[in-house]
């Protein structure tokens, strides 16, 4: 039996962030009804306390080095603006997208933008706190693979 991880079967079934949102209202509103991530379950208990679970297709870890981060953020933005997290939703219609979530109280941190990697990205301060990137590939992923810089740690 290897002990190489890419052969043992996937352990987790679900990506689950949880934000904690001082106005609840506006960020459910923000991210349910503007950019459309619809609502699996919601539950309440006592002293008011509430949570909506919103499905967001499918979930990836992006893990990145600093140096990474500093080029994403000079890269998309033209300077250094990222917390440590940031969250990411990929879209049919980034320009589309971007206006909507503008129109409904995101602050546009910088507009969409083509990068390297051949995907348009525009990045938001949301509601709840949250700093975001609104991307949408241009190009198939078997045709960024053969850009420069693609490739997996496996390849290394």
């Given at each position: 039996m290897t002990d190489d991880p890419a052969d043992r079967p996937p352990t987790v079934r679900q990506l689950r962030l949880v934000v904690e949102a001082d106005d609840y209202?506006?960020?459910?509103?923000?991210?349910?009804?503007?950019?459309?991530?619809?609502e699996q379950a919601a539950f309440s208990g006592g002293d008011g306390a509430r949570v909506v679970i919103l499905e967001a297709g499918r979930a990836t870890l992006e893990i990145a080095n600093p140096a990474q981060k500093r080029m994403?953020?000079?890269?998309?933005?033209?300077?250094q603006v990222a917390p440590r997290i940031r969250v990411a939703f990929e879209v049919d219609d980034g320009?589309?997208?971007t206006d909507r979530l503008v129109a409904a109280g995101a602050a546009e941190v910088a507009p969409p933008t083509v990068t390297p990697w051949q995907s348009l990205n525009a990045r938001l301060d949301a509601p709840a706190g949250l700093h975001i990137t609104v991307?949408?590939?241009?190009?198939p992923l078997d045709e960024r693979a053969t850009l420069q810089g693609f490739g997996t740690d496996r390849e290394a």
């Open positions: 209202e506006a960020a459910v509103a923000f991210f349910r009804d503007a950019l459309g991530l619809p994403i953020d000079e890269v998309e933005v033209g300077r320009r589309a997208v991307f949408q590939e241009l190009r």
